[in-house]
């Protein structure tokens, strides 16, 4: 991150959010000290802290006891908005992926199932209304060939179900990489 960038937000990648009071009391592990290191690291290396207080925080960050003495160190360092747009995926763990992989099949199936109903419906009923004109005879029922277009394509997503949560994974873990905020690697 280049000087002048607004930092992303760690708030999502601490065990706990050391901002809610609920969450205040609670120790804070190895990883949430280290959070606030890479922060004031990243804070002294744009040139936002001078090397004294890069030194005082990161004394205070390495002695804190509890997740409430971590945000006073980098509230002036971070925003306390909500992410932009990705970055939720940037802080993602394994468990969070493969719903978001798994939310991406279930919308694909959603569609192809509403393609179906639709399709089908609207054909059929412009055959069944048109077939009234010609009394005794219906004609040719070409809503057959809608509705077995649209439902193979249903077919197909519901029987390619780990293929395409596969994939969605994958594609996920590679924007995750290009997003991720330097302090949150590994």
Known sequence: MGPGTPPSLPWGAFSQDPRHPESARLRASDHDRDLVQGVLAEGYADGRLTKD????????????????????????????????????LALADGEQLDALALRRWQDRRRHALSTFLVASLVCWTVWFLGSFEHLGHPGFPWPAFVTLFTAVRLLQVQLARRDIVERERARLERRQRAIRPPWHQG
């Open 53 to 88: 207080e890069y030194d005082e925080r990161a004394g205070a960050a390495a002695a804190a006891r509890t997740l409430g003495e971590l945000p006073v160190l980098i509230l002036d360092l971070v925003p306390q908005s909500t992410p932009r747009p990705g970055s939720d």
